[in-house]
Structures are given as C-alpha cells and as structure tokens.
T-cell receptor, first 116, second 115 residues
Framework: GAGVSQSPSNKVTEKGKDVELRCDPISGHTALYWYRQSLGQGLEFLIYFQGNSAPDKSGLPSDRFSAERTGGSVSTLTIQRTQQEDSAVYLC??????????????FGAGTRLSVL | AQTVTQSQPEMSVQEAETVTLSCTYDTSESDYYLFWYKQPPSRQMILVIR??????QNATENRFSVNFQKAAKSFSLKISDSQLGDAAMYFC????????????FGTGTSLTVIP
C-alpha cells in the first residue's frame, strides 16, 4: 500500500480480554516498530523487527505483550488479559532498513485501545 | 541513559509569526540522527525535518529549520510564517545506529496557532 496501515483504528475491550492489533507496513520496508503512546506522553518503544533477524523485544512491558511478523510483512501485536493501564494509542512504523531513507520512520495512524 | 527532553509542554504562536520549539538530548555517541515529527489530531506522525549529527549545516525544509548545537546537545525547531495547519503535537527524536535500533522520543510540545 501507499502508507502504513493499522487496524482497527479504535478498539474497546473489557478488562481481562485478549486483543490483537494489526500493522501492514509499506511494501518493501524491512524494519517495523511498535510504540505505545499514553495520554500526554511521548512514544514508548515496544518491539522492533528487521528482516529475518530476531526481534528486539526489550521494550515490551510484560509477558502479556507479544508480537509477530509473518513473512516479513504484516505484524500483529497481541495483548493478553488486558488491564486498564494498557489503554493507549498503539503506533506502528516501518522503515526501508537500508539506503538513504533507512533512518526515517513512516507511521500509521495508530490503534486507540480502551480497556474498560 | 538515552533521553530526550522537551521542556515546553505547550506553545502558542500568532498566525504568520515565528515560533521555536526546544529539544535537548543526552547521548554519549558521536554518530546519531535527529528528527522532528508532527502529530496532528489524525494521530499519524509525519516527519518534519531531520539532521545528521556529522553535518554542521543546519537542516531546512521550507518554513521549517533547526538550530543544531552539538556541543550543547540541543536541537530546536523553528517554524517561520506559522500557518493554521501547523497546529499539532511536535516530537523530537533521535537514533544512535551503533547502539541498537531504537528511536528515542521526547514527550512532545503542543503547538497552537492563533488566527
């Protein structure tokens, strides 16, 4: 696609339920990032994928959070047993991974997660 | 620790005037990249301008320019001839390619443009 696509744009769930957030990066981009943006805060790094390398999971806040990237393209962020403090906007970004634009991230519009 | 500080949570500017948003960062690396991103109410982050640390010349993109002071670890954004469409959250960020893959973001500055 022309840009990074995230779905759903909004998600309301009940405490304790599992949720899956999807990110479809720009075609050909090898790098993919997930961030969490809480109200009034900056972006908190969650996880990074680069090609076929093992992902950098150093930002995941707990073992309830996990992410996959299938076939080097679409990524899914899963939050198990959601808690109210998980409420935030989850942003995905992709990057070419090489070339002159390798340090530029292209962001999706995010998924706003509300845990009741 | 890798940190980015934006000391102005909110700023306002009159339409057509100039405003400067401040940013300081902390890294021991000599090779890094600096960015300013804009986040309008649509939530989608848009790259405004970027600067390579090894370049002494300040980057410019039309009405947007930076004042990069490497020794002071300062990277301010100047918006000239402010327009209503400039109203947004602005985030300063940097990346150090030799110490991992993360981009480090500040907490943002909310810019209001007054007609």
């Amino acid at each position: 696609g022309a840009g990074v696509s995230q779905s759903p744009s909004n998600k309301v769930t009940e405490k304790g339920k599992d949720v899956e957030l999807r990110c479809d990066p720009i075609s050909g981009h090898t790098a993919l990032y997930w961030y969490r943006q809480s109200l009034g805060q900056g972006l908190e790094f969650l996880i990074y994928f680069q090609g076929n390398s093992a992902p950098d999971k150093s930002g995941l806040p707990s073992d309830r959070f996990s992410a996959e990237r299938t076939g080097g393209s679409v990524s899914t962020l899963t939050i198990q047993r959601t808690q109210q403090e998980d409420s935030a906007v989850y942003l995905c970004a992709s990057s070419p991974g090489q070339g002159p634009a390798k340090n530029i991230q292209y962001f999706g519009a995010g998924t706003r997660l509300s845990v009741l | 620790a890798q940190t980015v500080t934006q000391s102005q949570p909110e700023m306002s500017v009159q339409e057509a005037e100039t405003v400067t948003l401040s940013c300081t960062y902390d890294t021991s690396e000599s090779d890094y990249y600096l960015f300013w991103y804009k986040q309008p109410p649509s939530r989608q982050m848009i790259l405004v301008i970027r600067q390579e640390a090894y370049k002494q010349q300040n980057a410019t993109e039309n009405r947007f320019s930076v004042n990069f002071q490497k020794a002071a670890k300062s990277f301010s954004l100047k918006i000239s001839d402010s327009q209503l469409g400039d109203a947004a959250m602005y985030f300063c960020a940097y990346r150090t390619p030799n110490t991992g893959n993360q981009f480090y973001f500040g907490t943002g500055t909310s810019l209001t443009v007054i007609p």
